[in-house]
């Protein structure tokens, strides 16, 4: 099967997200399916270990103007529609960020399976707190713009159960399944337990303050469970005052 990749993401790093879709082109090629990548990005590349550094690019803008963004945002979709409808791809897999008409077309013309890694109005509501209007006006539009694409998918992809349980995806006819951003325990070893914790499990998070509600729940479960869990927060920007089974770092290095 031919399959188009197409997302929104500067891929010119080597993150965890990076790895995703370094791992998910690697793994349809291991099955025997050819794959293209359709990548919508700013003025940064794309790095070599993406399809060998021959990802097809299109560019939006850099503009400082948030209208005039979403506005080369979505020729730059419509753009990269075109060429995967002239590549005779029999699937596209688009790791969604907002929902565009250029890929609510491109649903019609082809099956096309979304992948959802959040939840974009509760996202939205959080980035642009600061300008309210703004805001309101851009949650109505996706409230409206995602069951118009979800109705039009031929599969939908969650990372967690709550984002195909939610009323504008769950109302979909297409198929659904969670497959989570999740590590391979069996190529971890397991750790006896640490005598420094008293033999507690020990709970790592890696992320920041960008992610400020999910932090909040993180730092409540560690002070209901200050007998039971101990808690590593790697990242930035942390509260300083946390419960006492919680310590927090820096970034890390992997090896660290």
Same mark, same amino acid.
């Given at each position: 099967?031919?399959?188009?990749?197409?997302?929104?993401?500067?891929?010119?790093?080597?993150?965890?997200? $990076?790895?995703?879709?370094?791992?998910?082109?690697?793994?349809? +090629?291991?099955?025997?399916?050819? %794959?293209? %990548?359709? %990548?919508? !990005?700013?003025?940064?590349?794309?790095?070599?270990?993406?399809?060998?550094?021959?990802?097809? *690019?299109?560019?939006?803008?850099?503009?400082?103007?948030?209208?005039?963004?979403?506005?080369?945002?979505?020729?730059?979709?419509?753009?990269?529609?075109?060429?995967? +409808? +002239?590549?005779?791809?029999?699937?596209?897999?688009?790791?969604?960020?907002?929902?565009?008409?250029?890929?609510?077309?491109?649903?019609?013309?082809?099956?096309?399976?979304? $992948?959802?890694?959040?939840?974009?109005?509760?996202?939205? #509501?959080?980035?642009?707190?600061? #300008?309210?209007?703004?805001?309101?006006?851009?949650?109505?539009?996706?409230?409206?713009?995602?069951?118009?694409?979800?109705?039009?998918?031929?599969?939908?992809?969650?990372?967690?159960?709550?984002?195909?349980?939610?009323?504008?995806? =769950? =109302?979909?006819? !297409?198929?659904?399944? !969670?497959?989570?951003?999740?590590?391979?325990?069996?190529?971890?070893?397991? *750790?006896?337990?640490?005598?420094?914790?008293?033999?507690?499990?020990?709970? %790592?998070? *890696?992320?920041?303050?960008?992610?400020?509600?999910?932090?909040? #729940?993180?730092?409540?479960?560690?002070?209901?469970?200050?007998?039971?869990?101990?808690?590593?927060?790697?990242?930035? /920007?942390?509260?300083?005052?946390?419960?006492? /089974?919680?310590?927090?770092?820096?970034?890390?290095?992997?090896?660290?």
């Amino acid at each position: 099967m031919k399959i188009a990749y197409l997302l929104s993401w500067p891929l010119e790093t080597r993150g965890s997200i $990076e790895r995703k879709v370094e791992m998910q082109i690697g793994a349809w +090629r291991e099955a025997g399916h050819e %794959v293209q %990548v359709h %990548v919508i !990005c700013g003025e940064s590349g794309v790095a070599d270990y993406i399809d060998g550094g021959r990802a097809e *690019l299109y560019r939006k803008s850099s503009s400082a103007g948030i209208w005039s963004k979403f506005r080369a945002a979505e020729l730059a979709f419509r753009r990269a529609a075109r060429e995967i +409808r +002239r590549s005779g791809a029999e699937l596209v897999y688009y790791r969604m960020s907002y929902p565009t008409s250029a890929v609510r077309k491109l649903a019609e013309a082809l099956p096309l399976v979304v $992948e959802i890694n959040n939840y974009t109005p509760q996202e939205i #509501r959080r980035n642009f707190g600061g #300008r309210p209007i703004f805001g309101r006006l851009l949650a109505a539009y996706v409230k409206v713009a995602y069951p118009r694409l979800f109705r039009r998918a031929a599969g939908i992809v969650g990372v967690t159960g709550e984002l195909i349980e939610v009323p504008e995806t =769950s =109302s979909a006819a !297409c198929p659904k399944i !969670c497959i989570p951003n999740a590590v391979d325990l069996r190529d971890i070893d397991t *750790l006896p337990p640490r005598e420094e914790t008293g033999g507690k499990p020990v709970v %790592v998070f *890696l992320g920041g303050s960008e992610h400020p509600e999910g932090v909040r #729940r993180i730092l409540d479960l560690a002070a209901a469970s200050t007998e039971d869990l101990e808690f590593r927060l790697i990242g930035k /920007n942390f509260p300083d005052d946390v419960p006492p /089974n919680v310590t927090t770092y820096g970034f890390l290095q992997q090896d660290e």
